[in-house]
């Protein structure tokens, strides 16, 4: 009865061990795989391929010692127990094995997503890149084109700033030429004045109520006006028609280009006017201005090209001399005359 349950025992083990084996050859089967998925990971699956080899030489000198057992039919029942929990130990380890095949298949999965992120990404970049490469060959052309407009630009810049030139040297020709002409004309006025003065002043005499101040010949309004009045007495008309008389004698001398003017200005004192004054004049600038009017006037009606006077009124707002004596109020209550150019 011992015997035939031993050979029944030796019958069940050679189907266990081929389980066992073909287990073994799944399990290297998908080593296998994964070492070729994913090289990165060879080392380790390498690792537990050598542990399930290792673990392999231990069952074949297992299944040695079962045959061998089994061939001698001595197989203590110790030993039978001693084996069975080898064989837990091992299966054990195979599902230790697999769960660690599990994580690696996990992490591999994890890793294969990564690359394809990755490689997204590249493509994004890729087509990234070739964005800023059409972008940055329309700004080379846009900054050829810049340049090439500064050039131009540069290029109507020498040569506006040759015309410059030209023209300031031109212009600086012309100036000396103007200055020399102005300079010219300044002399002929001073020479036409100069007659002028010498003219009038012996037609006039030693006067001394009529003075020559700088360039200007000054007669006071008494010996041409009455008191608050802007009509010309009989005296001075006479005085005023000698002054006529020296202008037209020299005007023909004068040179055509020169623009000459004789300015008759009107000056009043600083006393306040009258009530009786105040009825005919506003003010000492208005009575001022109508005597410079009535010598324009006269002078007009004696021959003087009208173009050639000027009459203006200053009032009291220029006097010639300080104080208001009897003496000070006639010096500043005159007419003044003045040969200038226009």
Sequence with gaps: MARRRSRDDANIWPGFVDALSTLLLVLMFVLSIFVVAQFYLGD???????????KDDELQRLIAQINSLNDQLGLAQADRDRLQAQILSLEDTIAKKDAELAGLA??????????AASAEELEAEKALSEEQKSEIATLNAQIAALRRQLASIQEALDAAEAKDKE?????????????AALARKVQELQEVRSRFFEALRAALGDRSDIKVVGDRFIFESDILFGSCSATLGEAGKVELDKLATALLDIQDDIPTEVNWVLRVDGHADASPLGPSCRALFDSNLDLSAQRAIAVVEFL??????ERRL????????APLVSGYSAAALAQNRRIEFKLTER
């Design 44 to 54: 380790r699956l390498q690792s537990v391929k050598n542990e399930l080899a290792s």
């Design 106 to 115: 996990a992490s591999l999965a994890t890793s294969q997503a990564a690359v």
């Design 167 to 179: 023209q300031q040297a031109q212009i600086e020709n012309l100036s000396t030429r103007l200055n």
């Design 300 to 305: 007009k009606g004696r021959g003087v090209p």
């Design 310 to 317: 000027l009459a203006t009124g200053s009032g009291s707002a």
